[in-house]
């Protein structure tokens, strides 16, 4: 089922002054939904699960959090939080005159989807929580990522080496999640180094107190074999939150390369999200 697609920005205020942010709508309707993007990535990477849902019906919007995709980039770490990147996901809310959606992410996106319902639970319906970055994954992530802020701040000339490289393949000729990865590596080295100081030296994620109080209803998928993010932060994840289905998947590749499974269990839960049973009482199931 074809779905329209429609380009849209809006802007928002921060310490550095004024930011543009860029987004996607599929479909249309008052049942939101918005799907946030991982550390780095482009929201493109959520476009084969957006088309999903909106042509079930659902109203779907992925933005490109401040620093990533289309959106500004700038040079500022102050600017990069996840309590930020929160408030930009209720600004995004405030702009489309959504007074609730179902907010989803991976990994970054994941965190930041939590970060909204903990600031903002009234504008939250449901949470999609794919791969979160809790606890158990902090050794990992400071490991994966130090390295890389310290060579695009010391090293500058090597991030700019690869954005000029990603920007010099036409984005049609490559499958889509090789675009997906040129994009992810299509940033000044000025911008990688400041978010990801942002993000790693700051709070990495709600408490476990401010996530115990989350009340919507969540479906959180975890995987094994993958140290930034092991299965176990979201098996704690499930057992902290009240309303709370949980789906495994057999790796992280799973919902990039046979996403039929677990885009069908997204779906139906956002689509229960917004139905009359769920609206007047939240539910927990695990699986």
């Known amino acids: 089922m074809l779905v329209s697609e429609r380009i849209g920005q809006f802007f ?10 860029e987004y996607t709508e599929y479909g249309s309707g008052d049942q939101w939904v918005v799907l946030l993007h991982g550390l780095l990535m482009p929201r493109r990477m959520q476009q084969p699960l957006a088309r999903a849902m909106a042509a079930r019906g659902l109203h779907v919007v992925t933005l490109d959090l401040l620093g990533h995709g289309r959106s500004d980039q700038p040079g ?25 959606a179902v907010v989803g992410g991976t990994s970054l996106g ?6 909204v319902a903990v600031i903002a639970p009234e504008r939250v319906r449901g949470l999609v929580v794919e791969m979160p970055v809790l ?5 990992a992530g400071i490991v994966a990522f130090v390295p890389i802020m310290f060579a695009a701040r010391y090293l ?5 080496a690869l954005q000029r490289a990603a920007r010099s393949v036409p984005r049609g000729l490559v499958p889509f999640w090789v675009g997906v990865a040129l994009d992810t590596v299509d940033h000044r080295a000025e911008t990688t180094a400041a978010m990801l100081h942002g993000v790693i030296f700051g709070r990495v994620a709600p408490s476990s107190r401010q ?8 479906l959180v998928v975890g995987h094994p074999v993958d140290p930034i993010h092991p299965f176990v ?4 994840l499930a057992v902290e939150l009240p309303h709370v289905r949980m789906e495994r998947a057999t790796s992280i590749l799973e919902w990039r390369f046979r996403p ?25 199931r695990k699986r």
């Open 260 to 284: 039929e499974r677990l885009t069908a269990a997204a779906t139906d839960f956002a689509a229960e999200c917004w139905s009359a049973r769920v609206a007047g009482t939240a539910r927990g």
């Open 211 to 218: 996530r115990r109080r989350i009340q919507a209803p969540t």
């Open 135 to 139: 606890d158990n994954a902090l050794v």
């Open 110 to 115: 994941a965190n930041v989807a939590l970060e």
């Open 76 to 100: 500022d770490p102050l600017v990069y939080s996840m309590t930020a990147f929160g408030e930009q996901v209720v600004a995004l809310l405030d702009h489309l005159g959504a007074e609730q």
């Open 233 to 236: 932060d979201a098996d704690m």
């Open 156 to 160: 500058p000339f090597t991030a700019n």
């Open 12 to 21: 928002v205020e921060s310490d550095g002054g004024r930011d543009r942010l």
